[in-house]
């Protein structure tokens, strides 16, 4: 691996005698991991059920798994949610997360959403999860993995974290910065972000980085807390930014922080650092203006009388092009680009009622009153977007691998129309 002969110097000079060891690290293949989505499976049960060999135990993430198999994001369980696939290194951050239930949490740099997806687990549907990605393009991506998942406390934003403070002064429990970075750690498993390292570039990220850390200041309650975690070794981004953050906010105090190197641990390389806020205020925001439509939450009713074995808690609102969203309890008022307000319920037109994708990902068996149970073979087939046989009688159903919920179908006359978005069906 041609690494950067600028990185290597300072790497050498900052490891010493451990600099050998380093470099023997990149002559291994990448680690790979997954993670195991608490909401729909445990880990035991996963671990009993995996179509493909698993490793060790992941350190310090009760629900990883060092993983070999390459083809594992083209699995059923997959598309079903069961779990998400993350560089073991990254999981290292989780543990900050374990006191988000029933708090009010920010995800400020969250695509693709390994980070929001973790957080999301141990908030177990309790609280307020708010998934912010800048990027167009990586928000929509980040927003599939939400609904994926099957999480129904988030809502996933696109804006500025200048935008969000201007919104959100003092208002969460928890902060995470999983910061943009120059991505020293990332080499090995990604050599095409080799070229575009420099020192300038790090000094770019860091002034980056320092503005955002700025603004999660803002954000944060009195006794807040602030993830900051980075996938770089450059001491500009990771112990120097923290020390620089909390000469400027003495407000805050390290709880904890920590730096995985290749050699030292199984995984690509990782910096965290968990931050409280000692002094400050608490502030609410304006609650979410739910937008109630009579016609709309009728048509809904009807269509869950026989899809569902019991109505779903929470309120209902309906945007003005139709789409209708079950938004979690006490959702403040966004005011910037959203593109997920909690689970989305389906579609009213003014006269019927079309469910949507996520609202199958949201639910368990029991909670359906149709499912079709496929096997995994069969699941192959409706993820590649085929009809199926069914002895269900006619209506909207559930389609699942097993018992794990892949999206809908419409059944009709002994068939099962397949409803999976084409966007997510497989190639």
């Excluded at 290597?8 to 600099?19: C, I, P, Q, S, W």
């Excluded at 083809?71 to 560089?87: C, I, N, V, W």
């Excluded at 167009?136 to 998942?149: P, T, W």
């Amino acid at each position: 691996m041609n690494l950067p002969e600028e990185f290597l110097n300072r790497m050498k000079e900052r490891l010493g005698t451990d600099f050998p060891a380093f470099l023997r690290s990149y002559e291994t293949p990448p680690c790979r991991g997954l993670r195991v989505n608490a909401l729909k499976i445990g880990a035991e049960e996963f671990a009993r059920r995996a179509p493909f060999p698993l490793g060790a135990r992941i350190d310090r993430e009760p629900l990883g798994f060092y993983v070999g198999e390459e083809k594992a994001g083209s699995d059923p369980y997959h598309f079903a949610g069961l779990y998400y696939l993350q560089e073991p290194s990254a999981m290292s951050v989780n543990e900050y997360a374990a006191s988000c239930k029933k708090a009010r949490v920010l995800d400020l740099c969250a695509a693709p959403g390994g980070k929001t997806t973790s957080v999301a687990a141990q908030m177990n549907g309790e609280g307020i999860l708010i998934s912010n990605e800048i990027d167009g393009g990586r928000a929509k991506i980040l927003s599939q993995n939400v609904e994926r998942m099957g999480i129904k406390n988030c809502a996933v934003v696109s804006a500025t974290p200048a935008q969000l403070a201007a919104r959100f002064p003092a208002y969460f429990d928890t902060v995470l910065v999983d910061a943009p970075c120059s991505g020293e750690g990332m080499f090995k498993k990604e050599p095409a972000a080799i070229p575009h390292w420099s020192p300038q570039n790090v000094k770019l990220c860091a002034a980056r980085q320092r503005e955002i850390l700025g603004h999660a200041a803002e954000m944060l309650c009195a006794g807040g807390r602030l993830i900051y975690s980075t996938c770089t070794f450059a001491e500009e981004e990771d112990e120097t930014q923290i020390e620089e953050f909390l000469k400027a906010h003495p407000e805050f105090e390290r709880i904890s922080a920590h730096k995985s190197y290749p050699h030292e641990e199984k995984g690509e390389g990782h910096f965290r650092a968990l931050l409280c806020k000692t002094k400050g205020e608490t502030r609410t925001a304006k609650p979410y203006p739910v937008r109630r439509n009579a016609q709309a939450i009728r048509a809904f009713s009807a269509f869950a009388e026989s899809f569902l074995n019991s109505p779903p808690v929470g309120e209902i609102t309906t945007l003005a092009d139709g789409r209708m969203y079950l938004t979690p309890a006490g959702m403040p008022a966004l005011d910037v680009r959203t593109l997920r307000l909690g689970t989305e319920l389906g579609e009213f037109d003014g006269k019927v009622f079309k469910p949507a994708h996520a609202l199958a990902m949201s639910l368990k068996r029991d909670d359906c009153a149709r499912f079709v149970s496929l096997s995994r073979e069969a699941s192959e087939r409706y993820l590649r977007g085929e009809t199926l046989e069914t002895k269900i009688p006619d209506g909207w159903c559930v389609v699942g691998v097993e018992e794990f919920p892949l999206g809908l179908g419409k059944c009709v006359g002994g068939t099962v129309k397949n409803h999976c978005p084409k966007a997510l069906r497989k190639r």
